[in-house]
Each structure stands twice: as structure tokens, then as C-alpha cells.
């Protein structure tokens, strides 16, 4: 479907003529439309925050499959959750209690629409990584910004969407270090770590969930097109 099949499907007649002026500024058209559909789930999206991709859907669908063969009931903290798309897809497809922080007021604001137009109830902090959270947990799961800032990005994607959320220091690696440093403090004795990575950033962040957890069997997995994509730590 292209995008303009896409506006033409999903906004109203009267909204259309806006629309496709805004597609022919470059606008994402999910930011046009106002929402995406995530893994069978409608989420709410706009400028303040990532536009959810299937690499992303497919995070989740992993750490779901980990999650039933590894835990009964799980307790989840989801760092960096944007729009709540992972959090909110957990805490529908497992029995699971979950808690997701960001350090955007505005973003949270947009997880807590898309939790409570999901109907599922998860907790929302808002955070600068660990510094407001409490407590400890099965599982910690983050997408966290990951592009290194001298990568070149598609112009719908360096114009429009949020910076914040998509450039890191320490070409892209610097949320993966400030994560598995603390992670041990918020980690119930049996857990898992799972991240969305760069697809350049396996072998360095192998290399680094090794040096915070030596003892963890520590998994590389590839994304449909086959690159490196996820990052699993299990502590069993």
C-alpha cells in the first residue's frame, strides 16, 4: 500500500486534502493518520515519539516466546517505552505485571492513551533510566536510541521524528552500557535482558553484556532481513 493509498484508507474525506499536502511536505504518513497498528493493537502516535517498525514487533515477539518457556508470572520494566507499544503489547499478550519509564513527559502522555485505549493496565514512571525506579524485576526490556550521531538517516526520519529517541553517544552504544551497568540492582535472581540493537552493534554489545554479566548466557538474534537486531541476557 503506498502512502497515499494508505491516507486515502484511513482519514476522513474531509481531512484528506490536508493530508496529502502534509505527505508532499514529507510528513510521515503515520504521523498524518495519527495512529499505527502494532502487532494487531491500534497505538496512537505523533511527533513525540518513534514511529513503531516491525524490527520492533518482532523484539516483542521473541520476548514473549522467552517469557512463556522460561517464567510463570512475570514482573516487566520496559525503560524508554515512547508510545508504550512494547509495554502495552506485553502486558496484552502475557500475565504479567509491567512498568515502563521515559524521560519525555510528552511521551508518556501518548503511553498512557495507547495503555488505556488497549485496556491493559501498566505503570507508567517518568525517568531518567533507573533514577525514579523502585524495586526489582523478572525482566527488563528496552528499545533505547541506538543510532550513532554521524549515521545518515532517511529524511522522513531525520526531519520528523524525534532525536531523542533515535541518536546515542558513543556511536550508538552509550543506553546499552548505562542500562547493563544498573540492570543488576532492578533484577530479580532469575532474568532476562532483551534490547533492540543497531545492526552494527552485535559483536561490541556482546562484548559488553559480558563484562556487567559473566556468568548470563548472552544471545545475538537477527531480524527477518538477517541482521543483528536483539540482545537476549538470561540469568537462570
Known sequence: MTDREYLEKYLPKEKLEKGLFLLKKGIPVQYIVGDVDFYGYT???NRNVLIPRFETELLVSKTV????????????????????????TLAKKLNAKVTASD?????????VYNAK???VDVKFIESDLFKNIKGTFDVIVSNPPYIAYDEVLPAKVKNYEPHSALYAPCNGLYFYEEILKEASKYLN???MLAFEIGETEGEALKKMAKKYFPDAVIKVEKDFPGKDRYLFIFNF
Do not use: Q
Open 189 to 191: 535472581k532469575k532474568n
Open 65 to 88: 516466546d522467552y517469557i512463556k518457556k522460561y517464567f510463570d508470572k512475570v514482573n516487566i520494566l520496559d525503560i524508554g517505552t515512547g508510545s508504550g507499544v512494547i509495554a502495552v
Open 117 to 119: 485505549i488497549n485496556e
Open 103 to 111: 524521560i519525555s513527559k510528552k511521551a508518556l502522555e501518548i503511553a
Open 43 to 45: 497505538f496512537k502516535v
